[in-house]
């Protein structure tokens, strides 16, 4: 039996951000250029990625991702996998990972509710397994502008866990999306990558 599927569309998004964050944390020390190309096969989507990052272990970040979304009544539901590699390596720890995610969103009216977890069974770095879930509502507020919050939780062997905070505003016109948004942890103490921080950011796709 044949299995066929949908002409392929290409797509790239390029990201432009103050500050990299990852799981509500900082990683880089700078700004973050994040460069991503994909094929969406209907409701499949493969493509690539790569990032800068400020990190004991690397300067970027490389990964290759599949990732597949359905509709189930009300719920618009997603998951994938992608495999991470750190570039420019400069220590022997943990280079490559593999990682899991899963989501859920469904709205009511202008508001729309999101559930998302990324799982890692040994992640980058000194870090084990990873688990980060995180929730919150977006408002659609008109003319292209949104209003979103989330807090998060990440629990991680190899490292302490940290519940994580963010609230912002966005605006999409045409093919770009402009975010400004506020992020802070319950770990300021540890270091500057979990302390609270303004992060601005724009994202062209084509």
């Known amino acids: ?23 509500g944390i900082t990683q880089t020390k700078g700004p973050q250029a994040i460069a ?33 979304s359905r509709k189930l009544g009300t ?52 870090t084990g397994r990873s ?9 659609a507020l008109g003319h292209g502008w949104t209003v979103s919050g989330a807090a998060g939780r990440r629990g991680r062997a190899g490292g302490f866990d940290y519940t994580t905070f963010n609230a912002g505003i966005g605006k999409a016109i045409s093919g770009l999306q402009l975010d400004l948004r506020y992020y802070d942890t319950d770990k300021s103490s540890r270091g500057v990558p979990y302390r609270a921080r303004i992060v601005g950011s724009a994202k062209v796709s084509f």
């Open 1 to 23: 039996m044949a299995f066929d599927l949908p002409p392929p569309r290409p797509a790239i998004e390029i990201t432009l951000a103050t500050k990299g964050m990852s799981k």
């Open 36 to 68: 991503k190309g994909f094929l969406r096969f209907g409701t499949l989507q493969l493509g690539a990625q790569w990032k800068n990052v400020s990190s004991p272990n690397a300067n970027g970040e490389a990964s290759v991702f599949a990732n597949l």
């Open 75 to 126: 719920v618009q539901l997603g998951g994938g996998i992608s495999y991470r590699m750190h570039t420019r390596v400069r220590n022997e720890a943990d280079s490559r990972a593999f990682e899991f995610t899963a989501n859920a969103s469904r709205k009511f009216g202008p508001l729309t509710a999101r559930v998302n977890a990324i799982y890692s069974p040994n992640d980058l770095g000194t």
């Open 131 to 139: 688990l980060f879930v995180e929730a919150g509502p977006s408002v």
